[in-house]
């Protein structure tokens, strides 16, 4: 009988999706078998020997393989978690579309939403959105843009003019270019980190208010807001809209 077919046979009852050739110490316990058991008058053809070996070798390299990226994998996860305990109890700025609504002494406030025009709009509309339903909350056109930063503010209030619940609420821009062509409209969210997890096979930050952001999102650490949100009095203003401090950030709300 050959390593093949013996193998088959064992194949039929592992567990599926189990590759047949995944134990390399079976697939060498079979080849000494079939060499024991081999008919003396009709042995084993060198090459066909020798094209088992090789099989044997493949599989051999192929575990180290695996276990290669295994723990190259186990080694990123866990600088990615260390990564992420860095910026516990830090203020970041990600990208995001996410925003918070509250109450602060009697009034709903809600964290701004910063957004930027890679060109000239012609027009732009925001709308946001309770992400538990996808209803629309409240919408409002923001009219035409230059190419730059800019910031916007709600103010926690439907179209009617009514506060909304408080809660996590979700943002999205839709703009053409002056060509009227559909253009990109890129957003980002801050807030307070407090907790790391690993979620769907990536990790995320979640802030002081229940929202989260993927960990590679980051962009800037120890952000200072130009205007207060939900539970946060800081009225503290930015040198400037970008990381490094330059350029202006133009306000919405």
């Known amino acids: 009988m050959s390593v093949a077919s ?68 186990e080694a990123y996860d866990k600088q990615q978690l260390v990564s992420g305990a860095m910026l516990l109890g830090m203020r970041v700025l990600s990208s995001g579309y996410t925003i918070s609504k509250g109450t602060y002494e009697g009034e709903p406030v809600a964290t701004p939403i910063y957004y930027t025009a890679d060109e000239e709009l012609g ?20 009219g035409a843009k230059l190419a730059g930063d800019y910031i916007y503010t709600w103010n926690g209030k439907n179209g009617a003019g009514q506060a909304v619940p408080d809660g996590v609420y979700e943002v999205s821009i839709n703009a053409t270019n002056i060509d009227g062509r559909r253009s990109l409209v890129s957003t980002q969210v801050y807030g307070d980190v407090v907790l790391v997890e690993k979620t769907d096979g990536e990790f995320r930050l979640r802030f002081s208010d229940n929202r989260t952001v993927k960990l590679v999102d980051v962009n800037t650490v120890g952000y200072v807001p130009r205007s207060g949100n939900s539970g ?13 401090g330059s350029g202006s950030i133009e306000s919405d709300g």
């Open 232 to 244: 946060d009095t800081d009225e503290s203003a930015n040198t400037g809209g970008n990381a490094d």
């Open 6 to 73: 013996i193998i088959g046979q064992a194949g039929s009852t592992t567990t599926q999706g189990t590759s047949r050739y995944e134990d390399k110490e079976m697939f060498l316990k079979l080849l000494v078998a079939q060499l024991n058991n081999q008919d003396p008058l009709n042995p084993v053809e060198d090459k066909e020997f020798i094209a088992q070996l090789a099989q044997f070798t493949q599989v051999e390299e192929l575990q180290k393989v695996n276990n290669g990226i295994g723990q190259m994998v």
């Open 123 to 142: 027009t732009s509309t925001l709308t946001i959105l309770n992400p538990n339903t996808g209803q629309i909350v409240y919408s409002e056109n923001l």
